[in-house]
């Protein structure tokens, strides 16, 4: 499945990586990629009148083309991963920061879905802000809330604090072991990490 994607990035790619391992072992349900969409802003028009010879006919431009939001990922959870991965946006006995992922969480209490935007350690043409924007109007209109992940990088990115997935290990090109800037842990290094502490 993943050789059938086109990914924006390197980042993308592994990210699909991660998701799949946590998939197969349980903690996901399922996950989309690239499906979401969010009109943010709808189309406007405005009218006017186009003279020919013999009369005028009404017409209708575009002023402002609509504005959509497709955020990277979609995650839908199960219970395996509740705390372990993720936690509700409004749980008030947790900091953000105690998971890596937030969720948006239905009323009822069920669904436990995260939105992610997928970003680079570093922002080379600074489209980290624009997406900022993006989620801060998807909250504003839809009361969804949209977390950048930063998959790679240096000790603070997610495959830092928590695994980095089997099929990461290695190159994608050459098929042979990859460097990373951190301590290297498998899922059930830090699954069982967790549990000491």
């Known amino acids: 499945m993943e050789n059938e994607l086109k990914f924006d990035s390197e980042e993308e790619r592994l990210f699909y990586l991660y998701l799949e391992e946590l998939q197969e072992n349980g903690y996901i349900d399922k996950f989309t990629f690239h499906e979401d969409k969010f009109i943010l802003s709808e189309q406007v028009k405005y009218n006017w009148l186009k003279k020919t010879n013999k009369r005028s006919i009404k017409m209708s431009s575009a002023l402002l083309q609509e504005h959509v939001y497709s955020p990277d990922f979609h995650i839908h959870w199960n219970m395996k991963a509740y705390r372990i991965f993720y936690h509700d946006i409004f749980d008030e006995e947790h900091k953000l920061e105690s998971t890596p992922f937030v969720s948006n969480i239905n009323s009822d209490g069920t669904n436990a879905e995260s939105i992610i935007e997928i970003k680079p350690n570093f922002d080379f043409q600074n489209m980290t802000r624009l997406s900022i924007i993006n989620g801060k109007w998807v909250y504003d209109k839809y009361k969804i809330f949209v977390q950048k992940i930063i998959p790679i990088g240096n000790e603070s990115c ?36 967790l549990e000491n502490v």
């Not at 994608?172 to 460097?179: E, H, Q, R």
């Open 158 to 193: 997610l495959f830092a604090k928590t695994f980095v997935p089997q099929k990461a290990l290695l190159t994608k090109k050459t098929n042979k072991p990859k460097k990373y800037k951190f301590v290297v842990k498998s899922l059930k290094e830090f699954i069982k990490g």
